[in-house]
């Protein structure tokens, strides 16, 4: 399947009104960053270096895909798929795939398409790429039978688009995989629908940032997520006992 440059991506999202940095992180790099009163974020857990203004829509998401799945477009047969995944998957990551890398697939699969990205050049060792695939692969408990996603992170997975069929037996692992290396490896990987009009950030802090530039999308997901309020619980202004605000800059990198 043909991938857009990284250009014409950013275009795309543009287009769609995807919020784009444009400072000296960001340069050479596509960054979405969501302005703060559409910045929606799923997670597993609070965020303790996460700034007060990008915490007024934060949803903690419980391990349930059944739940999650539930009046959703997943095939029946995919979602035994991914239980089955969930199943093989080491004990570490299992919560992951049944929460967060759930939700997000229940929101690609209505896509015929999908985009992949990362926000930066592959990891931060030497040995990085050599034992990368065997241990996702180990901690999914089965090999994920495609090369498209070892080619992406072969190359520089932030310059390069890999685009994915969602309807191809090799998705839902693709996804899977990727969730464990944003968990793992301090990635930052991007998802986004074929249209562009939305972006979901794996965020290494075992959280998804949501870009949905459609004031009713956004509201549509709220009140997704408010009917399912067993499965996704509102901790949207959560307070902390330090805010970063207050921190020094060695304080909040200790936080991450």
């Known amino acids: 399947m043909d991938a857009p440059t990284i250009a014409e991506l950013e275009a795309l999202l543009r287009a769609n009104g995807h919020t784009i940095k444009e400072n000296d992180e960001a340069r050479g790099r596509l960054l979405i960053a969501p302005e703060p009163d559409a910045y929606m974020t799923l997670a597993r857990r609070v ?34 798929r991914w239980r089955g995944l969930e199943a093989q998957a080491i004990a570490g990551y299992r919560d992951i795939l049944a929460s967060l890398a759930a939700w997000t ?34 901690w999914l408990g089965t090999t ?3 090369d498209s996603w070892r080619a992406h992170l072969d190359g520089d997975p932030s310059a390069n688009v890999l685009a994915l069929d969602t ?14 290396h944003a968990s793992q490896h301090f990635a930052e990987i991007w998802f986004a629908t074929g249209d562009g009009r939305e972006a ?35 901790a949207s202004d959560y307070e902390l006992f330090q805010e970063p605000e207050d921190m020094t800059e060695e304080e909040w990198w200790e936080g991450t």
């Not at 959280?207 to 997901?221: C, G, H, L, N, T």
Request: proline share 7%; aromatic share 14%; glycine share 4%.
């Open 47 to 80: 965020d303790v270096v996460l700034y007060r203004i990008r915490r007024r829509v934060f949803f903690l998401c419980k391990p349930d895909s059944p739940a999650i799945f539930a009046g959703s477009v997943v095939p029946e047969g995919l979602r035994g």
């Open 105 to 138: 697939l229940a929101r690609l699969i209505p896509h015929d398409r999908a985009f992949v990205w990362a926000e930066k050049p592959n990891g931060y060792y030497p040995d990085y790429r050599a034992q990368l695939y065997g241990e996702i692969e180990e």
């Open 144 to 146: 994920v039978g495609s």
């Open 167 to 180: 309807a191809s037996e090799e998705f839902p692992f693709i996804l899977a995989a990727y969730f464990l």
């Open 200 to 234: 979901y950030q794996m965020h290494h802090h075992d959280k998804v940032v949501i870009s949905v530039p459609e004031a009713a999308a956004r509201d549509r997901i709220v009140a997704d997520f408010q009917a399912k309020a067993d499965v996704y619980e509102d």
